[in-house]
């Protein structure tokens, strides 16, 4: 299996990038499903959640460390209780659970590291394998920290549906966008 290897300069465009597109996106989709929120850290449409995992596909761990670090600036500075420790463990988790989402995709499915066989049913199983992962790793860690409700079966199945959904959805915009560039460059030959 051939590795992608990045020079420094592209690890921190890759940290820099991931982690304003997350705070920005973060941030857009607290306005866009304030009304959808189920509880502190649970939302029934999380668009942040796809574009983690689109992000450690693209740029794997240089995105998972931008994540990580988005992250906990938006929850040492937001919602979340000002504890060093609960903040910490939560960027660790938003970064690092689509990072080995993408680690076990690319060992397990023959998935090549570039992503150039990436199809359908991989990335079906890629958004579900991550939306579990995530998840779990949260509501455990939430639990285990004492947050309101954290840990419960409803709070693991709304997160998990808003992962799911918010993955499907703004991957799908993602590539919606990418087949109208595609399109509209053929038809200006």
Partial sequence: MPKISFSPSEWFV?????????????????????????????????????LRLFITLIFGLPGAIGIALATFA?????????????C???????????YLARVLMLSN????????????????????????LSTGLHQFWYATMA????????????MFIGDVFGSLLLISVIKYGLDLLRHFKQRAR
């Fill in 14 to 50: 890759g940290i820099v990038v991931s982690a304003l597109s997350y705070a920005v996106l973060f941030y857009i989709n607290s306005w866009l499903t304030s009304g959808l929120i189920y509880s502190l850290g649970v939302n029934w449409i999380y668009l942040p959640a796809g």
């Fill in 88 to 98: 910490i463990g939560t960027g660790l988790i938003s970064g690092f659970a689509p």
């Fill in 74 to 86: 938006i929850s040492y500075f937001g919602a979340l209780p000002q504890d060093l420790t609960l």
């Fill in 147 to 158: 947050l309101d409700g954290a840990g419960t079966p409803n709070h693991f199945l709304v």
């Fill in 109 to 132: 499915t023959q998935l090549a590291p570039d992503l150039s066989n990436l199809n359908l049913p991989k990335l079906v199983i890629c958004i579900l394998l991550y939306a579990l």
